[in-house]
């Protein structure tokens, strides 16, 4: 079955930097564009950013410059690194592979993982 397994959470200081990792398994990662978004206390899920199939990246205007999203497919994994980290980037961070589009609209749901907390305090 699909997995999303995400790691490297934690608690970190402002100015700080965590490397975040999410394992894939169940589907075919290299055909999948993948994506970490995030969702702080009382607040909607938000899309930090995500690479496409192609390489391409985007990301969330709070985090231009600061993080980093990159996919290794012969580690079927995506990655996140976040630098300069603020108070503000407190959140459960989720891994999700995004799926393919057509005419029709999306040919899959979307996957999601369970999530790893990041804290940005002092």
């Known amino acids: 079955q699909v997995q999303l397994v995400e790691s490297g959470g934690g608690l970190v200081q402002p100015g700080g930097s965590l490397r975040l990792s999410c394992a894939a398994s169940?589907?075919?990662?290299?055909?999948?564009?993948m994506g970490w978004y995030r969702q702080a206390p009382g607040r909607e899920r938000e899309s930090v950013a995500t690479?496409?199939?192609?390489?391409?990246?985007n990301y969330g205007d709070s985090v231009k410059g600061r993080f980093t999203i990159s996919r290794d497919n012969a580690k079927n994994t995506v990655y996140l690194q976040l630098n300069s980290l603020k108070p503000e980037d407190t959140a459960v961070y989720y891994c999700?592979?995004?799926?393919?589009?057509?005419?029709?609209?999306?040919?899959?749901?979307?996957?999601w993982g369970q999530g790893t907390q990041v804290t940005v305090s002092s």
């Open positions: 999700a592979a995004i799926p393919p589009y057509n005419a029709y609209g999306p040919t899959r749901r979307t996957y």
């Open positions: 169940g589907f075919t990662f290299s055909s999948s564009a």
């Open positions: 690479i496409t199939t192609g390489y391409s990246t």
